[in-house]
């Protein structure tokens, strides 16, 4: 299928008069997980918004020791409803509102894995792969490699590298990370990790290498993900926003067929609020 060559196609979506459409979706999280309260952030940390308690179909929860392809249908997914008819599905804007000040931005997560303890030390061996999301060099070009904490780990700092294969299978290995400690321990809280130079992309994670205990064994893992948009989007507490892609043509984003669209905030206070978000997809 090709992709939408104007803005007169855009209109026609809009309009019902391509034989294409038009799909909007709102997705609330609230300031839970379960019956608990959201742990508390860390000023200017990623943190991962999945496990909160939304509008959707539940909060998403850690994967387990054997890696989890992630589609539309995984637990605590924004709302994504798969194209059909031959037809490819575009992200045409989305929106932020919050009590909180900070980044907010949309991944689909491909792929994760989880059970990692924060006490096991040295190198391990690790099975990650996402089916779809890495098919071409282009494609994978755009992965990235993440720690993602579920289970509060322990207060000394450590480090950790990650081996992997870049977009063109290379094996590469990350460069050391903090992990453990202050900022670096907490549940819900998203550790990007760099690339090994030359080496970008990412389809494949093999191997994880803690080079001290952090003193709690917790749970952590790695997820393999990519940003949909083109940019964060920067909140003021208690003030939305929104990024409009259309205004920014041709930057419309071509969607995975199955993706599965999470969002990550990046703090600018220490605790979470309550979040609302709208997306605006087009097919054709």
């Not at 892609?245 to 993706?259: G, I, Q």
């Not at 990550?264 to 978000?277: D, K």
Request: aromatic residues 8%.
């Amino acid at each position: 299928m090709t992709a939408i060559a104007s803005f007169d196609e855009i209109v026609q979506i809009l309009t019902g008069s391509l034989g294409a459409k038009q799909t909007l979706r709102n997705l609330k999280q609230f300031d839970r997980i379960g019956a608990a309260a959201t742990p508390a952030t860390i000023a200017n940390r990623f943190f991962f918004t999945w496990p909160m308690n939304n509008n959707w179909g539940g909060g998403g929860v850690a994967p387990g020791s054997t890696q989890r392809q992630c589609t539309n249908a995984t637990q605590g997914a924004a709302p994504f409803t798969s194209p059909t008819g031959g037809r490819e599905k575009f992200l045409a804007a989305w929106e932020a509102n919050s009590v909180q000040g900070g980044d907010y931005a949309p991944y689909d997560r491909l792929c994760d894995i989880s059970g990692f303890s924060g006490t096991q030390t040295g190198a391990q061996s690790v099975t990650l792969a996402p089916t779809d999301g890495a098919d071409t060099v282009e494609e994978a070009l755009e992965n990235e490699i993440c720690i993602d904490i579920y289970t509060l780990i322990g207060a000394t700092a450590s480090t950790i590298t990650v081996d992997y294969l870049d977009a063109n299978g290379v094996a590469g290995t990350t460069p050391a990370a903090v992990i453990g400690g202050t900022g670096f321990r907490e549940a819900q809280r998203r550790i990007f990790l760099p690339f090994e130079a030359n080496k970008r992309g990412v389809t494949a994670v093999t191997g994880r290498n803690l080079a001290g205990t952090t003193g709690t064994a917790g749970d952590y893992g790695i997820s393999i993900v990519k940003k949909v948009a083109p940019a964060a989007m920067v909140l003021l507490g208690g003030l939305g926003a929104k990024v409009n892609m259309l205004t920014h043509f041709p930057s419309l984003v071509k969607m995975r067929n199955n993706a599965c669209v999470e969002f990550v905030f990046r703090a600018g206070a220490t605790a979470f609020g309550e979040n609302e978000y709208g997306l605006s997809y087009l097919e054709k």
